[in-house]
């Protein structure tokens, strides 16, 4: 289904500021195989770059040794599909550097869309925001770990993408999940 | 999304025979974040069964005690959506013995659909197989672990499904990726 449109479309995993399961307003851990399964679903859609954002130094360290090792020396060799995922890959401190960085890069701001199990006033339809990609703008997508994305960054998003539904009433999606399915909807 | 056809979709993660990197035909190993991630995501598309099939029998009892673990106590206490999640999930010894459990069970062979990342002479696309979904057969969807699905099955089974096609030449997505995508495509 490869078209010829450019598309530049970025993901971001975010570790803070989300909420754990009383909705305390934490920040989640990096889980090693949500850095594998992301790199690989992101590269197989074409996504411009996945970056892991958390503001703890020690868990960007594990992740940029992680990105090192499949990168280089014996890793590389070993599993070679798995070092072109992660040529997408990299950290960020926060949301607000993660915005400034393709700004910069874009020249302009990248239009900001925030993903949820709920909906809002502000959810709009997948096939809203296919369009919208089709349109060529920049594009970050925003996924929360843990119970999902606070509320200052669904506010600041300029969307909230709908929630993804499946049969009935059952709502629990891994966000590893959610991501492949969502770039299937919007890209495939 | 949900509608009133009745789906009897099953699913199959097999993890023998399947290949290795290098082509051989092995039993991979049971990974216990695959059990956790399918069920969930099977549990959103209203899949009604969910098979692990491994013919060894530690790693059944590694599975059979991560259900016990949370369907009771504190694990089911804890994370009840995880608890209904791995309501459909079973571990089976082989595809023969499930595919016979289900004809017991339907008093009719189910519809069986092999995946693959690649295309094959027989494969079907999922608009062919969504259409057969809707005409309330029962199907088994299998799932190989590893480097996929030995040919046997592939040979065995009545249909197989159409590649996940992302945007471009990459094509390694994670079974979980890839479940979640192809449920979402015939499903939703």
Same mark, same amino acid.
């Given at each position: 289904?490869?078209? +010829?449109?450019?598309?530049?479309?970025?993901?971001?995993?975010? #570790?803070?500021? *989300?909420?754990?399961?009383? &909705?305390?307003? *934490?920040?989640? $851990?990096?889980? +090693?195989?949500? @850095? #594998?399964?992301?790199?690989?679903?992101?590269?197989?859609?074409?996504?411009? $770059?996945?970056?892991?954002?958390?503001?703890?130094? /020690?868990?960007?360290?594990?992740?940029?040794?992680?990105?090192?090792?499949?990168? +280089?020396?014996?890793?590389?060799?070993?599993?070679?599909?798995? =070092?072109?995922?992660?040529?997408?890959?990299?950290?960020?401190?926060?949301?607000?550097?993660?915005?400034?960085?393709?700004?910069?890069?874009?020249?302009?701001?990248?239009? @900001?869309?925030?993903?949820?199990?709920? /909906?809002?006033?502000?959810?709009? $339809?997948?096939?809203?925001?296919?369009?919208?990609? =089709?349109?060529?703008?920049?594009?970050?997508?925003?996924?929360?770990? &843990?119970?999902?994305?606070? =509320? $200052?960054?669904?506010?600041?998003?300029?969307?909230? !993408?709908?929630?993804?539904?499946?049969?009935?009433?059952?709502? #629990? !999606?891994? *966000?590893?999940?959610? @991501?492949?399915?969502?770039?299937?909807?919007?890209?495939?």
């Amino acid at each position: 289904m490869a078209d +010829t449109i450019k598309r530049e479309i970025h993901l971001a995993l975010i #570790h803070y500021p *989300v909420y754990n399961k009383v &909705g305390e307003v *934490v920040t989640s $851990s990096v889980t +090693t195989l949500d @850095i #594998h399964d992301i790199s690989r679903v992101a590269r197989t859609y074409a996504v411009s $770059s996945f970056c892991v954002v958390t503001p703890l130094k /020690k868990q960007q360290q594990l992740v940029e040794r992680l990105i090192e090792h499949w990168m +280089t020396g014996y890793g590389a060799e070993y599993n070679p599909t798995r =070092k072109e995922a992660l040529l997408i890959t990299r950290v960020m401190n926060n949301f607000t550097e993660m915005v400034r960085d393709l700004t910069e890069q874009y020249e302009k701001k990248p239009v @900001i869309v925030a993903t949820s199990a709920k /909906k809002f006033p502000k959810s709009v $339809s997948f096939q809203y925001l296919r369009k919208e990609i =089709k349109r060529e703008e920049p594009v970050l997508l925003l996924f929360g770990t &843990g119970w999902g994305l606070e =509320k $200052s960054i669904l506010t600041e998003a300029d969307y909230v !993408l709908d929630p993804v539904e499946g049969v009935g009433e059952y709502n #629990h !999606l891994p *966000v590893r999940a959610a @991501i492949a399915i969502i770039l299937d909807r919007l890209v495939a």
